[in-house]
Nanobody, 124 residues
Framework: QVQLVESGGGLMQAGGSLRLSCAAS????????MGWFRQAPGTEREFVAA????????TYADSVKDRFIISRDNVKNTVYLQMNSLKPEDTAVYYC?????????????????WGHGTQVTVSS
């Protein structure tokens, strides 16, 4: 099993930046892909960004491309989401998740382990 704990959420004004962290523990060797998703009230969970643990290939949702950056620290077993130029529509609970080998990095159902989420609120 893999345990995931997110941190770094909070309240920010539009145009500001936040960095989310997701610390992984447990069966780290099983991690192939780490992803970030978000869910606003009344909406489905949506893909934000993902990274292959080996090699570092990344992919982003169009809505966050050029504003958000996913990165990792292999020593700390931590994945980050740097969020810049925040917009009110970025307001959501952000979740990190872990998937095994898959090419479907944007699909929530491919992810096995999930954190509990961290709230991000962007005011206008």
């Amino acid at each position: 099993q893999v345990q995931l704990v997110e941190s770094g959420g909070g309240l920010m004004q539009a145009g500001g930046s936040l960095r989310l962290s997701c610390a992984a523990s447990g069966n780290i060797v099983s991690i192939n892909i780490m992803g970030w998703f978000r869910q606003a009230p009344g909406t489905e969970r949506e893909f934000v960004a993902a990274m292959r643990w080996s090699g570092g290939r990344t992919t982003y949702a169009d809505s966050v491309k050029d504003r958000f950056i996913i990165s990792r620290d292999n020593v700390k077993n931590t994945v980050y989401l740097q969020m810049n130029s925040l917009k009110p529509e970025d307001t959501a609970v952000y979740y990190c998740a872990q998937a095994g080998p898959t090419t479907r990095m944007t699909e929530p159902r491919m992810y096995v382990y999930w954190g509990h989420g961290t709230q991000v609120t962007v005011s206008s």
